[in-house]
């Protein structure tokens, strides 16, 4: 993984070096090359690591996920900030089951950076109501519950959310 100013330098000596064989009229060296920074523009903005630890998940393969965002040392410095986000959603999402404290630190950081689908958003909010509410905390829990069916556009939590809202009324 690169860190991402190492992408963005990346991309300008690619860009530099497609000028100059247009120049010497190697047409085509220098559209493969203009192709060729789609690359590292896309793994930019999508780090590559985030996207192999969402395809373990898919697969339900929480250790393997693990393995993937382990191997991204420092996300203040190699990931932009929507991309910190991710990392500290998938994090949460990993720890919810088995530690929960960590994963409402998590949780909460991912809150804080932002999310770019309101669908994941939801999730984030969904589950720190459930931390919330097993910790007693019901107006934090119940505020959070309002903001994540707000977000559910698609009803795709709304069981979910019904389900949690009986629960706290036993609370």
Same mark, same amino acid.
């Given at each position: 993984?690169?860190? $991402?100013?190492? $992408? &963005? %330098?990346? %991309? @300008?000596? @690619?860009?530099? *070096?497609?000028? #100059? ?9 220098? &559209?493969?090359?203009?192709?060729? *920074?789609?690359i ?8 590559? !690591?985030?996207?192999l ?5 898919r ?8 393995? #993937? ?12 900030? $929507? =991309? ?13 089951? *088995?530690?929960?404290?960590?994963s409402?630190? !998590?949780? /909460?950081?991912? %809150?804080? +950076?932002?999310?770019s689908m309101?669908?994941?958003?939801? %999730?984030? /909010? +969904?589950?720190?109501a459930? @931390?919330a ?16 069916? /707000? +977000?559910? $556009? ?5 069981d979910?959310?019904?389900?949690m809202?009986? =629960?706290?009324?036993? &609370?």
């Amino acid at each position: 993984m690169f860190h $991402k100013n190492i $992408k &963005i %330098v990346l %991309v @300008i000596l @690619i860009l530099a *070096t497609a000028i #100059w064989q247009f120049t010497e009229s190697n047409i085509g060296n220098g &559209i493969f090359l203009l192709l060729l *920074t789609i690359i590292p523009v896309f793994l930019y903005f999508k780090n590559e !690591y985030i996207l192999l630890a969402f395809l373990k998940l898919r697969k339900q393969d929480f250790p393997g996920a693990k393995v #993937w965002l382990d191997r991204i040392k420092n996300p203040e410095t190699a990931l932009v900030r $929507k =991309q910190q986000g991710y990392y500290n959603y998938l994090n949460g999402l990993m720890l919810s089951q *088995t530690n929960l404290h960590q994963s409402e630190k !998590y949780f /909460k950081k991912a %809150v804080e +950076l932002g999310l770019s689908m309101d669908m994941d958003m939801a %999730v984030t /909010k +969904l589950n720190l109501a459930g @931390i919330a509410m097993s910790r007693r905390r019901k107006m934090e829990a119940t505020a959070l519950l309002n903001e994540a069916k /707000k +977000l559910d $556009k698609q009803n795709m939590l709304k069981d979910q959310i019904t389900m949690m809202k009986n =629960q706290m009324k036993k &609370i």
